[in-house]
């Protein structure tokens, strides 16, 4: 039976985000895997992830192929053409299983839509005496922007053992909307009673990072 979906060109580079042969593992706890992590464990992982898709009803041209570590410690897979990612979602709940056994954290799966990334600068890290989780993160944006078109959870830019060393740092938020991305960058957003400025993230910009307030809008004066 011929295929229902149409093979992405042989010249589009799947590197590139948004390409259709890309399927995403969101994990809820941050940074839950890192590139050499994955770089030593890729075999094995893409085994496992395959050996989930048999135990479903997947057709057996439906493999993942590769895969690789995002900066923000989520997982890139690639699917093996001429398959796409969204012929996997029907068995996207084995693959979060999967994920989730391979690094003991709660994840999602999704194809590699266009979004729109900004950066909340001077979040606090501790909020009275708790350290702020990217659950009471998106709480308060729930109840700051009930309306706002998330494409995931918001997460921090750093690590939490650093994040533990300062009073404040940068969120990210993943939007799927360019007017809500938009509207928060001309407008701001309140979060735990203190109206932030938001900017455009580039994940390139991490060289500007301010050392003294740790900020991605401005270098070190």
């Known amino acids: 039976m ?3 979906h149409t093979p992405p060109p042989l010249t589009a580079n799947a590197n590139k985000r948004h390409h259709p042969a890309r399927l995403l593992v969101l994990f809820q706890r941050p940074f839950a895997v890192t590139t050499p992590m994955v770089r030593q464990r890729a075999q094995i992982w893409t085994k496992t992830f395959n050996q989930a898709l048999d135990s479903t009803t997947a057709p057996q041209h439906l493999r993942i192929k ?8 989520n997982l890139v897979l690639f699917t093996k053409s001429p ?3 969204t012929d996997f979602l029907p068995y996207q709940e084995m693959i979060a299983q999967a994920a989730c056994s391979m690094v003991n954290s709660l994840a999602r799966v999704t194809t590699d839509e266009k979004w729109y990334k900004v950066a909340i600068d001077g979040v ?8 702020t989780t990217p659950q009471m993160l998106l709480e308060e944006i729930r109840e700051s922007r009930p309306n706002l078109r998330l494409f995931s959870d918001p997460a921090w830019a750093s690590r939490e053992e650093d994040l533990m060393q300062r009073e404040t740092g940068t969120v990210v938020l993943a939007l799927t909307s360019q007017d809500d ?3 928060l960058i001309r407008e701001g957003l309140s979060l735990f009673g203190w109206k932030h ?10 060289v500007r990072q301010c050392e003294n307030c740790w900020a991605f809008s401005h270098s070190t004066p």
């Open 124 to 131: 606090q890290t501790m909020v009275e005496d708790e350290y």
């Open 181 to 183: 991305a938009n509207t």
């Open 2 to 4: 011929a295929s229902q």
């Open 83 to 85: 398959s796409v990612a």
């Open 66 to 73: 590769a895969m690789r570590a995002t900066n923000l410690g």
């Open 197 to 206: 400025k938001i900017c455009l993230f580039e994940e390139k910009a991490r």
